[in-house]
């Protein structure tokens, strides 16, 4: 016999690279990916522009004579302690980046359907490859390609305008660990609901249920403080908010809603419990 | 004895409480042997392949394959076999190359070995030019192939293979069982196949098992199966009206049966080629001349005929039309 890998880890890499080629080789896939979002901040952060509300000539009481100054001050105030930024497109921008994480995150669970539906699944399950690694190499991709996506998003979005006189090294490095939590936790949720599945129309229905809701319930596109107490709840424990904290924190130097090392811990339970989860119900069920 | 590479004891397996795909199948296949699995449509012929590949737990019952239990041991049941599905399974978006290199990442090969052994099969399967195309851009011959290299590249002891040309034209079904033949022999392997091309079946395999309903009605060799049917059928006509040669005939050795109707004569016999030289004779020995003379000889279509009562002609049709959609489904993806 030849020497072979029998080790219960062989395998990931394998089939993570798969998913990534498939990424990377289709431009026009990778490419799609990204629209999305850059229209969102094209459009949204530059068209919303709520910065220009309460600043300059759009800001005028009539009959007060208040000087031009005191307004622009009096509009950044209100900017500073609604965004904790002066600028909306900052804000939102940040918030862009939770938005494509998710985005990439619900479609690991629509790639492991369509493996199921081609039989590309049955294959790799004829093989001595351990049960567990097929969600984890899902995982795995769904992270890679979403933290790319999320690093070109953010350039994008320097490239239009954004705040970036407080980024440090260390403040991207933080944002992006806090993102990788949150892709970690969304990707195995989506892997999990996905893997007895062998309808992408269902998929994609649980898809765009879940996509605008839970990115509403949360600060990504709007300061939590401003939202009616029961979405308000919601927006507090839904990891997306805490992730956005982040990096706003780090990123834009925002006053946050809760201290970072909270935040990372939250982030860091929500991984860990929906991976080990999602890999332990996968394993199940892929063992039958 | 050579030793047994499947074993299976009354395998069952039942979907949603109801339908019995398998049902109490007992099966031996020996090393080196190609044995072949026939069956209609929704016979239990995959069902059974996956659950001897590890797939499907079955509902009842037990099987060894490679002297591992399939259950217990799927692990090292899965590190000894090769399986080539019945659908298409590579990676559309993949070239033929990447894909052969995933399947031995998946065996844990490490990937010099891997490499080397992917260029050797991609020659044999003649799939070395356009192994750096992606599989979208193949041939439903040249998938065939690259399925059947993938399948091989754990150069495993035993190999499913899920009717391996179905949907193929009549060159590409040659070539690919040309390539089967040579693998065979090359690395020795036991072939465990399902097809419903009969006379793949009865020229390439050395047993083969008729499947109905999940049960397996008859198990033998191409040519036990076909003489149980009561062997070949002489037909003859004689110059003379006038007598009887019912019983001359029935003496010759080798005959079973003889029926007359006018002139006409049938004739069962064991090994028809052998009996109608001697039927010939014994007529010229009388004075007597055969003007006509014909042979029938079964083929696995009248033994399959006869025991699932149903031909397999008529099914073909609409097994092509699933094969054309299965195609515009892979289309509709990219
Ligand atoms: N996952 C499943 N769930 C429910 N029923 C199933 C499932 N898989 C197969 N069956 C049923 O089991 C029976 C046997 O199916 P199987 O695929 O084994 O047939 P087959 O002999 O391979 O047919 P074919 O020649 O069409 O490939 C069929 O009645 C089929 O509908
Ligand atoms: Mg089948």
Known sequence: ?288 | MPPKVVEAHNLTKIFNKKVKAVDNVNLEIEQGETFGLLGPNGAGKSTMINMLTTILKPSSGTAKVCGYDIIREAAEVRRSIGVVHQEYTADEDLTGLDNILLCAALYGIPSSTAKQRAWELLELVELKEAAKRKVETYSGGMRRRLELACGLISRPTLLFLDEPTLGLDVQTRVAVWNYIKRLKEEYGMTIFMTTHYLEEADAICDRVAIIDHGKILKIGSPNELKSGLGGDIIEISVNTDKLDLTTLIREIKGVKEVKKADALYRIKAERGEEVAPAVIEAMRSRGLTVSKLSMIKPTLDEVYLEYTGRSLRAEQASEEEMMALRRTLHKARG
């Open chain 1, 1 to 288: 016999m030849d020497k072979v890998n029998t080790s219960p880890l062989h395998g990931i890499w394998a089939l993570t690279n798969r998913d990534l080629k498939k990424w990377y080789k289709v431009p026009f896939i990778f490419l799609m990916s990204l629209i999305q979002p850059f229209i969102w901040l094209a459009l949204f952060g530059k068209a919303m522009n709520i910065t220009a509300l309460f600043t300059g000539s759009a800001f005028n009481i009539p009959g007060l004579n208040i000087p031009k100054e005191v307004v622009n001050q009096i509009g950044k105030q209100i900017m500073l302690q609604t965004f904790g930024t002066q600028d909306y497109f900052s804000y939102l921008a940040v918030g862009m980046l939770t938005f494509i994480s998710i985005f990439t995150a619900m479609f690991s669970g629509m790639s492991i359907v369509w493996d199921r539906r081609l039989g590309f699944l049955d294959k790799v399950l004829s093989t001595p490859v351990a049960r567990g690694a097929i969600p984890m190499a899902k995982v795995i991709s769904t992270v890679i390609r979403a933290l790319a996506q999320a690093a070109i998003v953010l350039l994008l979005a320097a490239l239009l305008g954004m705040d970036i006189s407080h980024i440090t090294p260390a403040g991207l490095l933080g944002s992006f660990l806090a993102l990788l939590l949150l892709i970690v936790g969304f990707a195995s949720l989506f892997v999990t609901l996905a893997i007895r599945s062998t309808s992408w129309e269902a998929q994609m229905a649980v898809m765009n249920l879940l996509n605008l809701p839970i990115l509403f319930a949360s600060n990504a596109m709007f300061p939590v403080n401003y939202m009616p107490t029961w979405l308000q709840t919601i927006a507090k424990i839904n990891p997306i908010s805490y992730a956005a904290d982040i990096c706003r924190q780090l990123l834009l130097a925002s006053p946050g809603m809760s201290d970072l090392s909270f935040g990372f811990t939250y982030l860091a339970a929500f991984a860990a419990t929906l991976s080990t989860l999602g890999i332990i119900l996968s394993w199940r069920y892929l063992s039958k």
